[in-house]
Structures are given as C-alpha cells and as structure tokens.
C-alpha cells in the first residue's frame, strides 16, 4: 500500500527538506502553505480535505495552535509527526498517534520516526 503524507507548514525550506527524505523513501507527499491554505479555506474545510488524501500528517511548529489541535483531534484515523514538538502544550494529553521530534529538529531523526510509522502501518 502506497504511503501518502500531507505536509503543513510556512516556510517552503522545511517543506524541501522533508520532501527530499520522502522521495528517498519512493513515499508520495504533497506540501501545503497554511499561510496561504487559510486565506481562502476554513480550518473544517482543509481538515475533510486531508482526511482523504493523506496517512501521514507532518504538522510544522509554526502553525496556528487551534489548527493543529483541530487536525489532531478531528483526524484520530491519521499519524501525525509534529515539527519540532508541540511547543507550549498545544495538546494537554498528547495522543498515541501523535508523534513529536525535539529540538533541535534533525532529519535524521524525522526520517527515523517516519520509518517506524511506515513499518508500522505496512505490518
């Protein structure tokens, strides 16, 4: 089964690096601006929208906390990887599919949690 991820992020340069260790991987991702995103869609609309295009959703720190804890908890069928954690609680209690990368974020260590949920999931 083909592994798809939805990236969410500001900054094109996080969005490049992560989909560079996605391709080496053959897994199709597709990366959307929130900036952008939420000049023209709600956050109930982007929510349904990727609850039918993606397995994996890659959250970046700088996102709106009301849009993360939206994602997160409108999307319990989805693994979600967290840039570099959830600063400042934006989960009280931060559920099972819901995986956080420390900072410094590394790639290295973003590649390693992204494998263990593709392994997981193809298991």
Same mark, same amino acid.
């Given at each position: 089964?083909? %592994? &798809?991820?939805?990236?969410?992020?500001? %900054?094109?340069?996080?969005?490049?690096?992560?989909?560079?260790?996605?391709?080496?991987?053959?897994?199709?991702?597709?990366?959307?601006?929130?900036?952008?995103?939420?000049? %023209?869609?709600?956050? /109930? /609309?982007?929510?349904?929208?990727?609850?039918?295009?993606?397995?994996?959703?890659?959250?970046?720190?700088?996102? /709106?906390?009301?849009?993360?804890? &939206?994602?997160?908890?409108?999307?319990?069928?989805? %693994?979600?990887?967290?840039?570099?954690?959830?600063?400042?609680? /934006?989960?009280?209690?931060?559920?099972?599919?819901?995986?956080?990368?420390?900072?410094?974020?590394?790639?290295?260590?973003?590649?390693?949690?992204?494998?263990?949920?593709?392994?997981?999931?193809?298991?």
């Amino acid at each position: 089964m083909e %592994t &798809r991820v939805k990236i969410y992020c500001i %900054t094109h340069e996080i969005c490049s690096l992560i989909k560079k260790v996605l391709s080496k991987h053959n897994i199709i991702s597709k990366c959307e601006n929130y900036t952008e995103l939420s000049v %023209t869609k709600s956050i /109930d /609309d982007i929510v349904s929208e990727c609850k039918n295009s993606a397995d994996i959703v890659i959250l970046d720190q700088e996102l /709106d906390k009301e849009f993360k804890q &939206r994602m997160v908890l409108s999307l319990a069928d989805l %693994t979600f990887i967290c840039l570099p954690s959830l600063k400042d609680n /934006d989960l009280p209690d931060v559920p099972e599919n819901v995986y956080q990368i420390s900072e410094p974020f590394k790639l290295s260590e973003f590649e390693e949690v992204l494998l263990k949920i593709v392994n997981k999931k193809t298991l």
